[in-house]
């Protein structure tokens, strides 16, 4: 077991509110931007953490939240295009998220998500691929540093499921290729949910493997919704891989859910068309996202089967 060097805990979880310091950071330009003050991931207040693997047969969970902050005015009047993990406004919006997530992830596995300086929805509103690739350089990289420290803090013997939202997705696919052979031993599996895998990830990264069924391990789950393909948006769905959270299956055999909603897998667009289900909870967000796509419902949807495909896998990780 490895020693700790921060403590992993920032009290109650589930039933509580994270307690919101006022924390100052110091903005510092940067080629002509203003960058947020970086994290410092040995300092608990940077992350979300519930140790709920009371007996030892769960995973770590390592979570990585989607974008919540649009471009922002520093108190001189320039502009940010990146989420400030010392704001506690920022930190509230991303740790809603967080908790929500943790309320199922987080069940019998010990579940750690850090705060980050994901860039704004306006570089993604964009959708030039060059703002994008520039703008995501900084949080990927904050990301590979709150990894790093995950496995530093962590019994590194132990199982661990990576799992990201929307541009924590982007981080989930960056990371499979930011590890080493010997981490990705302990793997149990990737979920990527509203973002894409493509053949150059594939090409490049031999640790992304699809997912072919509900128990492979060492695999990279990935999937995106919408109600129609017309709806199908490049930036984020271009995936060469997908697989049904479902029924888990890789083909277009149709899974219901809750009894009433329709889920198959395009076989051409390896996306999830949903059917007999309206949506309305996702409101459309400046005719971007939640137009036709419901991008808003990756981790929400699909909770219940995301929930017991983590202790099945794991317990394939275990087993195998």
């Known amino acids: 077991m490895k020693q700790k060097a921060i403590a992993w805990t920032i009290g109650p979880l589930i039933v509580g509110t994270i307690a919101m310091m006022t924390l100052q950071g110091k903005h510092v330009k940067d080629d002509g931007e203003w960058i947020p003050a970086p994290p410092d991931y040995t300092d608990s207040t940077m992350w979300v953490v519930a140790q709920n693997d009371s007996d030892g047969t769960g995973a ?19 502009i940010c295009h990146y989420a400030d993990v010392w704001n506690p406004t920022h930190r509230e919006r991303m740790g809603t998220e967080m908790h929500k997530v943790a309320a199922y992830m987080a069940d019998g596995n010990n579940f750690y998500a850090p705060f980050y300086r994901h860039t704004t929805i306006d570089g993604w509103m964009t959708e030039n691929d060059d703002t994008i690739r520039h703008r995501t350089r900084l949080p990927m990289d904050d990301v590979k540093q709150a990894f790093d420290t995950f496995q530093h803090n962590r019994d590194t013997i132990r199982p661990f499921i990576l799992a990201g939202f929307s541009q924590g997705a982007m ?10 052979d010997k981490t990705y031993e302990n793997l149990v599996a990737a979920y990527v949910m509203g973002y894409m895998v493509t053949t150059d990830d594939t090409a490049s990264c031999h640790r992304i493997r699809p997912a072919l069924g509900e128990a492979d391990t060492g695999v990279t789950i990935c999937y995106n919704t919408v109600k129609d393909v017309k709806y199908v948006k490049p930036l984020i769905a271009n995936t060469c891989f997908a697989i049904n959270p479902v029924n888990w299956h890789t083909d ?47 981790p929400w949807l699909y909770s219940e089967c995301l929930r017991r495909n983590f202790h099945m896998r794991t317990q394939a990780w275990r087993n195998r």
Request: charged residues 20%; contains cysteine.
């Open 60 to 78: 770590d969970v390592f979570y990585i939240v989607s974008t919540w902050e649009a471009d922002w005015q520093t108190d001189d009047g320039r």
């Open 171 to 180: 981080a989930v696919v960056e990371l499979l290729k930011y590890m080493d």
């Open 252 to 298: 277009s055999t149709t899974a219901i859910l809750h009894d009433t909603i329709h889920v198959s897998l395009h076989s051409d667009y390896h996306v999830l068309v949903v059917t007999n289900y309206a949506a309305t909870e996702y409101k459309p967000y400046k005719n971007f996202i939640n137009v036709g796509d419901i991008h808003s419902c990756e």
